[in-house]
């Protein structure tokens, strides 16, 4: 995968390691892969098939460990709702997140802004892949 101004520094397996024992979970097998060669960033394919809510994304970043912005630690204050279920992976450019959840590993969607028709305050949250892997495999261009 080719990230557009990827000059960020790669996270270290200790930071990392230190990152999971904070979160008090490891992190899925691909995700954590993923980090350790990137630590976040922008994809140069950055298009994503929402399935759920029949519709398409554009990723605007991918968040890291322990960076200044886009970090993952930050984002996790705006998931009140969804705190201990999810973790935030990345964003579009409007503020909506991509979700990491915890226990299935599974990607979703969260439309924090309801820009989607069948959004509500109560179901806000769409299912895009099964796993962080299968995500990145279906990045596609604009």
Request: charged share 25%.
């Amino acid at each position: 995968m080719k990230f557009k101004h990827d000059n960020r520094p790669p996270v270290t397996v200790t930071q990392l390691a230190t990152f999971e024992a904070e979160l008090g979970f490891a992190l899925p097998p691909s995700y954590r892969e993923f980090l350790l060669h990137h630590n976040g960033g922008r994809p140069s394919l950055p298009r994503f098939y929402i399935p759920d809510c029949e519709s398409y994304a554009l990723v605007d970043d991918l968040m890291g460990v322990y960076r200044e912005e886009a970090a993952i630690d930050i984002w996790m204050d705006e998931l009140e709702e969804h705190r201990g279920r999810f973790l935030p992976i990345g964003l579009d450019s409007e503020g909506n997140l991509l979700l990491l959840e915890i226990e299935s590993g599974k990607i979703y969607y969260w439309d924090s802004g309801r820009y989607f028709d069948d959004s509500t305050d109560e179901v806000n949250t769409c299912w895009v892949a099964d796993d962080f892997g299968s995500f990145i495999s279906g990045l596609t261009g604009r």
